[in-house]
């Protein structure tokens, strides 16, 4: 049986195979549940990776607000498309309707969004896709935590290193506005904070006090996922 990245994870765990030759891995306490047990799949990932010809892998996008985290997921979204790989856009605006619509902006709140979406994003990755999470995760230690859930380098962070002064003069949705006003509290950048990125593998940024244009932009976290053999044929 194909060993899958989640395996890895429970290894040292009592592990017992059933009639069905499923690997069942007992685990008598995880978080608030209690007697509960891995459930390994017998399609592993290389075998749907196969299926679909595609490399699973997290590309994170990271920054302010108006940094142009979005625009740089649908424009990588549509380039990878076009190449014949599917991907999917985890927005943070858009998790916000549904999936994590109970959640606010505290320090705590932020976390449990990141960790939340991690998760979702290692769930695409292990389905084969290439899963691209466009969230301001404005704390390393929440970032950091979900490339650990990642196999093999599988997490790509992508900094979009724009200045606040560009951010603020974007405003497209007039937060900055309300936020200097402090008719919006705790706002990323003016009165909560953002922590860039140490060791990201690709960082995006003005050259010459010029923003490249978003395809330009994607292309260069294309030509990373093609230097990395994300799109090779599987
Ligand atoms: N207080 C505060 N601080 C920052 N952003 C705020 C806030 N309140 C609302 N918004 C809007 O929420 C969007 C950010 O959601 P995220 O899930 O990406 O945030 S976080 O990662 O949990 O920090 C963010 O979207 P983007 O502008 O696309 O980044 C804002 O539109
Ligand atoms: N590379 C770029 N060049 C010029 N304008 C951009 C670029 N990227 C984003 N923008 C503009 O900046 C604003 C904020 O972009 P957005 O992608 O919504 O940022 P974020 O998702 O980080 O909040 C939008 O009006 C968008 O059109």
């Given at each position: 049986?194909?060993?899958?990245?989640?395996?890895?994870?429970?290894?040292?765990?009592?592990?017992?195979?059933?009639?069905?030759?499923?690997?069942?891995?007992?685990?008598?306490?995880?978080?608030?549940?209690?007697?509960?047990?891995?459930?390994?799949?017998?399609?592993?990932?290389?075998?749907?990776?196969?299926?679909?010809?595609?490399?699973?892998?997290?590309?994170?996008?990271?920054g302010l607000s108006g940094s142009g985290k979005s625009t740089l997921a649908f424009s990588l979204n549509r380039q990878l498309f076009s190449r014949g790989k599917l991907s999917y856009v985890l927005d943070g605006?858009?998790?916000?309707?549904?999936?994590?619509?109970?959640?606010?902006?505290?320090?705590?709140?932020?976390?449990?969004?990141?960790?939340r979406v991690g998760e979702v994003a290692k769930l695409f990755?292990?389905?084969?896709?290439?899963c691209i999470a466009s969230l301001i995760s404005p704390y390393r230690k929440d970032r950091d935590a979900c490339r650990a859930m990642l196999p093999d380098s599988n997490f790509i962070e992508v900094f979009m290193n724009t200045p606040l002064s560009l951010c603020e003069s974007r405003d497209p949705k007039g937060l900055?506005?309300?936020?200097?006003?402090?008719?919006?509290?705790?706002?990323?950048?003016?009165?909560?904070?953002?922590?860039?990125?140490?060791?990201?593998?690709?960082?995006?940024?003005?050259?010459?006090?010029?923003?490249?244009?978003?395809?330009?932009?994607?292309?260069?976290?294309v030509s990373y996922l093609e230097e990395k053999g994300y799109l090779e044929d599987q």
């Open positions: 049986m194909q060993k899958s990245e989640f395996e890895g994870k429970i290894k040292g765990s009592h592990q017992e195979e059933n009639s069905n030759g499923r690997i069942r891995i007992p685990m008598s306490s995880l978080g608030n549940s209690n007697n509960i047990f891995w459930q390994e799949c017998p399609v592993g990932k290389l075998e749907r990776q196969k299926l679909i010809n595609q490399k699973g892998c997290v590309v994170w996008i990271t605006d858009n998790l916000r309707h549904g999936l994590n619509k109970d959640l606010g902006f505290s320090a705590e709140d932020r976390t449990e969004n990141i960790r990755a292990d389905a084969g896709m290439i900055y506005k309300l936020a200097r006003a402090g008719k919006i509290k705790g706002f990323t950048g003016i009165d909560d904070p953002y922590e860039p990125p140490l060791q990201c593998e690709i960082e995006l940024q003005q050259i010459d006090g010029v923003c490249p244009t978003p395809t330009a932009m994607g292309g260069q976290v």
